[in-house]
T-cell receptor, first 113, second 114 residues
Framework: GQQLNQSPQSMFIQEGEDVSMNCTSS?????WLWYKQDPGEGPVLLIA?????ELTSNGRLTAQFGITRKDSFLNISASIPSDVGIYFC?????????????FGKGTMLLVSP | DSGVTQTPKHLITATGQRVTLRCSPRSGDLSVYWYQQSLDQGLQFLIHYYNGEERAKGNILERFSAQQFPDLHSELNLSSLELGDSALYFC?????????????FGEGSRLTVL
């Protein structure tokens, strides 16, 4: 089946630092998404990307859909303590009428004040 | 608050037992998805129901089954439980089938099998 390799597995940074994480796949996806899971909560969508090469921002978050359609990255600028959580990438292949989301294993982010 | 409700929040049971997890989707959503989250496997897709009918199956064990009822709530049944079934089980919902990728997740049901 489709697999997503997400890295790094975890990060421990100081408040104010920038963060970068990425996701690669052996399969092509038509949609890339980034979700965040706060402790004790379910994942929540942060950013959705629908076009190869697309660069999208949401506040301090920026994500890009790779040209090859096999990768995506997420950057967080000027991190703050509430950025703590697990960040998941997810890919979806459409065109065959229907497909489910495939999730990466997540990047755990810890931010020290 | 995503609008998706899952019960129970926590469940502790013994090996060999059977449990039922319940999910109420957001108002108006017809699709319900079940995911299993474990430390080493991340979020694994189990099964998807749309308007009462099974639409897709992922890595769901034969000991597990699900259904979606006429009022659109869904239940995930886990039987002959093993230690390895301990995990967080998430339900998510969307309006339709071929969605834009945005799933609305509940807070999850944490299952511990002793």
């Amino acid at each position: 089946g489709q697999q997503l390799n997400q890295s790094p597995q975890s990060m421990f940074i100081q408040e104010g630092e920038d963060v970068s994480m990425n996701c690669t796949s052996s399969s092509i996806f038509n949609t890339w998404l980034w979700y965040k899971q706060d402790p004790g909560e379910g994942p929540v969508l942060l950013i959705a990307l629908y076009k190869a090469g697309e660069l999208t921002s949401n506040g301090r978050l920026t994500a890009q859909f790779g040209i090859t359609r096999k990768d995506s990255f997420l950057n967080i600028s000027a991190s703050i303590p509430s950025d703590v959580g697990i960040y998941f990438c997810a890919g979806q292949l459409q065109g065959s009428g229907y497909s489910t989301l495939t999730f990466g294993k997540g990047t755990m982010l810890l931010v020290s004040p | 608050d995503s609008g998706v409700t899952q019960t129970p929040k926590h469940l502790i049971t013994a090996t060999g037992q059977r449990v039922t997890l319940r999910c109420s989707p957001r108002s108006g959503d017809l699709s319900v998805y079940w995911y299993q989250q474990s430390l080493d496997q991340g979020l694994q897709f189990l099964i998807h129901y749309y308007n009462g009918e099974e639409r897709a199956k992922g890595n769901i064990l034969e000991r597990f089954s699900a259904q979606q009822f006429p009022d659109l709530h869904s239940e995930l049944n886990l039987s002959s439980l093993e230690l390895g079934d301990s995990a967080l089980y998430f339900c998510a919902s969307t309006r339709g089938i071929s969605n834009t990728g945005e799933l609305f997740f509940g807070e999850g049901s944490r299952l511990t099998v002793l």
